[in-house]
């Protein structure tokens, strides 16, 4: 892990993470396989498991996403938020803008999930993340027709950029 360069933009506070990833809607995960690399976006949920972060994604049971998962399962993830361009100074000079942010990278390893209760949680967590409320139903064959998989979270920082 490097060290972070901009230690005045580090979030080291779990919870203020936790904030950052609330606010998230889109994970990007990269995946690295037999010297490509590979960046893709996906719609995620999260809980903790003991004060492990675990997140959870759905795909279409094949595609190159998968196929690189299997080889490598160790990826790195990025979210971010909290966009806004503003100008440090009123001198009309474009390097005096700067971008608001908030965001989170991290690593950890990929593991599928099968069986219908462990995709139907997963689910619960991914929508309830993305809709703010919980209590969906999830049929049978629709959930045997999907991929569904946990990133476990080995490591994270935060990193966040805001005006004054």
Known sequence: MHPMRRTDREVADKGEQQEILDRCEICRI???ADGEVYIVPLNFGYEFVDTDLVLYFHSATQGRKLDMV???PHVCFEMDCEHQLFAKND???GCSY???YASVIGYGTVRFISGLAGKKRALEHIMKHQTGRGGFTYGDKAVENICVFELRV???DGKRCSRG
């Open 98 to 100: 700067s971008f608001e």
């Open 154 to 156: 080995e490591s994270m």
């Open 70 to 72: 299997e080889k490598n």
């Open 91 to 93: 001198s009309g000079d």
């Open 30 to 32: 990269g995946l690295c």
